[in-house]
């Protein structure tokens, strides 16, 4: 059973950074899909970034240049790097996967995921 559990939200001032984390297991497939999602208060889910087995990354227009995805394959575990963080960033953020697959839309489409970790919130204060 394949499970993703994310880790590392909380709250900190605006310009501050996070980093987090989603531990991933029950999978044995070496290609994926790997991304961060998030949802904000009345809003609908949004996009972040995502990352495939080939190391191509992808990110949503408002956090390029302020955020970073990576994974560590040896730890099955991946990361998003928060930097200078904006109050419009507070949301709940999801690790989500697909495996078996050598790439990611370009889209950020979260229906592309069939994996979903149960979500960590970012809360950032101005």
């Known amino acids: 059973q394949v499970q993703l559990v994310e880790s590392g939200g909380g709250s900190v001032q605006s310009g501050g950074s996070l980093r987090l984390s989603c531990a991933a297991s029950?999978?044995?497939?070496?290609?994926?899909?790997m991304g961060w999602f998030r949802r904000a208060p009345g809003k609908e889910r949004e996009g972040v970034a995502t990352i495939s087995s080939n190391s191509r990354t992808a990110y949503a227009d408002s956090v390029k240049g302020r955020f970073t995805i990576s994974r560590d394959n040896s730890k099955n575990t991946l990361y998003l790097q928060m930097s200078s963080l904006k109050p419009e960033d507070t949301a709940i953020y999801y690790c989500?996967?697909?495996?078996?697959?050598?790439?990611?839309?370009?889209?950020?489409?979260?229906?592309?995921?069939?994996?979903w970790g149960q979500g960590t919130q970012v809360t950032v204060s101005s």
């Open positions: 989500a996967a697909r495996f078996g697959v050598s790439d990611c839309p370009q889209s950020l489409d979260f229906s592309y995921f069939g994996y």
């Open positions: 029950g999978y044995r497939a070496s290609w994926y899909c």
